[in-house]
């Protein structure tokens, strides 16, 4: 009876901690981006956070997912790049609106320009692929140019998944790519710090959610079995982090020649 007892209250705890983690992976990727999107609209400065973070997360989110088509991995791993890439469009979004509103004498920035010089707001470029200014690659003034350029990417790069669906080297490259892509983040932070012998402007707080966060996902994919990929890239994932955090150590308990900063710097990750 104690047996048939304890089984009936195990099993019941057993799916809550299944439900639990699944929720975890699902939406804990995003936890780090909500006080920062906070505090963006409540100071009105997008200065502290780089949208090339959400470049990245974006291209490593979208290969995911295609990777899924060709692969299937767990649900929650799945769920978890949409809320990832709806999230980072709402950060673009803010970040743009700041942005456009704080310049002074804004010029009109498109992903598709009717012509490589700038334009102003008063009369919006004509759009045309083919003048595609690489000068103002993602450092555009309209959101939609944003969309445009995502909307481009992943219906190239979905074509492409599509013709070569059938190769199962195509499809594990495409899964490497997804997961290597977003073990990349921290790489640039990680050279800016030892570029400026300093971490100053980063925030340690978000390093070290980067670091819990990243580390309970490696353990989830160890657990349940993810695709080789998932598990190489978050371990690689987590070690950038601890190198980060170990710079921190570094350049505070020994610092290095100061280096003066001209304006708010900006990590390739949230600040």
Known sequence: MEAGGL??????????????????????????YIPQYRDIRRTQNAEGFS??????LLVANILRILFWFGRHFESPLLWQSII?????????????EVRVSNELNIKRRSFAAADSKDEEI????????????????????????????????????????????????FVETLGFLAVFTEAMLGVP???????????EGMSVKMVLMWTSGDTFKTVYFILNQAPFQFSIC??????VD??????????????????????????????
């Open 242 to 271: 601890i190198a980060i955090l170990f710079q921190v150590y570094l350049y505070s308990s020994y610092p290095q020649k100061p280096v003066s900063h001209t304006a708010h710097p900006a990590s390739t990750k949230a600040l």
């Open 7 to 32: 089984e009936w209250l195990l099993v019941p705890m057993q799916q809550l901690v299944s439900w639990g983690a699944a929720g975890a992976m699902v939406f804990g990727g995003v936890v780090p």
């Open 189 to 199: 932070q990680l050279y800016r710090n030892y570029q400026n012998r300093s971490t």
């Open 84 to 96: 990832m890439i709806i999230t980072m469009l709402l950060m673009l979004k803010l970040c743009t």
């Open 122 to 169: 008063k009369a919006p470029p004509k759009r045309s692929y083919l003048d595609f200014d690489l000068n103002y690659f993602w450092h555009w003034s309209k959101f939609t140019d944003y969309v445009q350029c995502v909307l481009t990417f992943t219906g190239v790069t979905g074509y492409i998944t599509y013709l070569w669906l059938d190769s199962s080297l």
């Open 234 to 239: 978050g371990l690689l994932q987590v070690f």
């Open 51 to 56: 949208t090339y973070v959400c470049l990245v």
